[in-house]
């Protein structure tokens, strides 16, 4: 058996003051004829990055509802996530070879994930991302199963989807956030939903403007001068290098200005961020106010998110100045704190945001600089689109909404 990820109960009932009466009422109907059934989700880490995130709520709300949901990683192995990272890069569009021995690797390490799993059972399993989705090829009589891909698919590297877009094909269903990633080979079978978070978890709950203030002080942020902040693993696409790019810039008309780049190594699927911090590291070097989290002792006993909340609630400004992304839950975190965010105008960013009416979308460092500079220096400027992103994440971009769209797609995979 694949190693079980631990998970809680939530009842949808918790959300009801919260989301519409209409998706209320949509999620108990839709729930009554899934009493029992056994889901089992399978992704490649049980903590870091959104995959997991998302999991950490959504399993608990599909068992609240009384669904056998089970959520399970495939084991961990160093060569093989450095591997599929690799192939993570190539599928969001990176120059890629790849060689012939990191297949054989991948297929190696999937075929033993795959022999794990060979005696579990389900009524439905839900597959995240390509790491694990390989499983298929050795398991094609797992049905019904369905694979949620999660990366932005805009325009992938041609070897390595050549080599993923077969096992794709085996599934009864692909789930693909944005109608911009569907590929020819996929097509019939695709269906698209965004993912969505968990307003209800420590992380996204209300926290005074005071108290964040006061745990940015005791990380020695000047709460006195204003701040920026991009909370994001250390990963090329989210582009930390053109975030401090864009804040130099800006600095030079807020000379006060502080920026914070937050991306604790959490996740063991993504053995890629030292490197990346190290570039990061050497790029800050020299320049005033740059804040770097990567290091989990940075931030000793406070919990992760209380930490993370703490920096959407007390920056002035979020970014997520991506150049590739599949969805930013980063960014629907800080609308949802009624943040104006600044996010890169690409993939599922821009289903999140709306140029101009609830943040901005950007497509360089000076662009990203200039909407800075706009909202530092005006303030109702940054709440009246911050009420407009509240706004947008109370309608689109919460836990029951998705976990309505799962109950559809299973309504459809069982008949
Ligand atoms: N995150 C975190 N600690 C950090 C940096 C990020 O908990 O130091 C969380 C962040 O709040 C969000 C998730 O990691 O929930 C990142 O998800 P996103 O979809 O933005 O990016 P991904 O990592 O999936 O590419």
């Given at each position: ?68 949901a089970?959520?399970?990683?495939i ?35 999937i ?119 991009q ?38 699927d ?17 320049t ?18 209380v ?66 500079t706009?909202?530092i ?39």
């Amino acid at each position: 058996m694949l190693p079980l990820v631990k998970t809680q109960i939530k009842k949808i009932k918790e959300y009801k003051g919260i989301i519409s009466d209409k998706l209320f009422g949509e999620v108990e109907r839709l729930s009554k004829s899934f009493k029992g059934l056994k889901v089992n989700l399978v992704n490649s880490t049980p903590r870091g990055g959104g995959v997991a995130e998302i999991l950490k709520s959504l399993v608990p709300l599909m068992k609240g509802i009384g669904i056998k949901a089970e959520w399970y990683t495939i084991p961990p192995r160093e060569d093989f996530f450095k591997i599929t990272k690799e192939i993570h890069n190539a599928l969001q569009g990176k120059k890629y070879a790849f060689p012939f021995w990191h297949r054989v690797r991948y297929l190696q390490h999937i075929e033993r994930s795959a022999f794990l799993m060979k005696d579990m059972k389900a009524d439905i399993w839900v597959i995240h991302d390509l790491q694990p989705a390989g499983v298929i090829l050795y398991l094609p009589h797992f049905h019904p199963s369905i694979c949620r891909l999660h990366i932005d698919l805009t325009s992938p590297n041609q070897e390595a989807w050549n080599f993923f877009a077969s096992s794709f094909g085996m599934y009864d269903r692909i789930i693909l956030t944005s109608k911009e990633f569907i590929k020819k080979e996929i097509k019939e079978k695709t269906i698209t939903f965004p993912p969505a978070i968990n307003s209800l978890m420590e992380k996204n709950k209300p926290l005074e403007l005071k108290r964040a203030k006061m745990i940015l002080e005791n990380l020695g942020i000047n709460t006195g001068n204003p701040l920026i902040s991009q909370i994001s693993r250390f990963d090329p696409w989210k582009d930390p290098l053109g975030v401090i790019e864009a804040f130099r810039l800006a600095k030079k008309k807020i000379p006060n200005l502080q920026l914070a780049l937050v991306g604790l190594f959490l996740a063991r699927d993504d053995p890629e961020a030292m490197k990346i911090f190290k570039e990061v590291e050497r790029k800050a070097k020299g320049t005033p106010d740059i804040f770097l989290f990567s290091n989990p002792d940075q931030i000793g006993s406070l919990k992760v998110d209380v930490f993370v909340n703490a920096f959407q609630v007390g920056s002035n400004v979020i970014l997520q100045k991506s150049i590739r992304e599949g969805f930013g839950l980063s960014v629907t975190e800080a609308m949802w704190k009624g943040k104006a965010v600044i996010g890169g105008n690409v993939g599922g960013i821009k289903l999140q945001i709306e140029n101009g009416k609830n943040g901005f979308l950007v497509s360089s460092p000076k662009e990203a600089a200039k909407r800075i500079t706009q909202l530092i220096k005006n303030p109702e400027l940054s709440q009246k689109l911050g009420e407009a992103a509240h706004q947008t994440v109370k309608e689109k971009f919460l836990m029951p909404r998705l976990l309505r769209d799962y109950l559809k797609l299973f309504k459809e995979v069982l008949s």
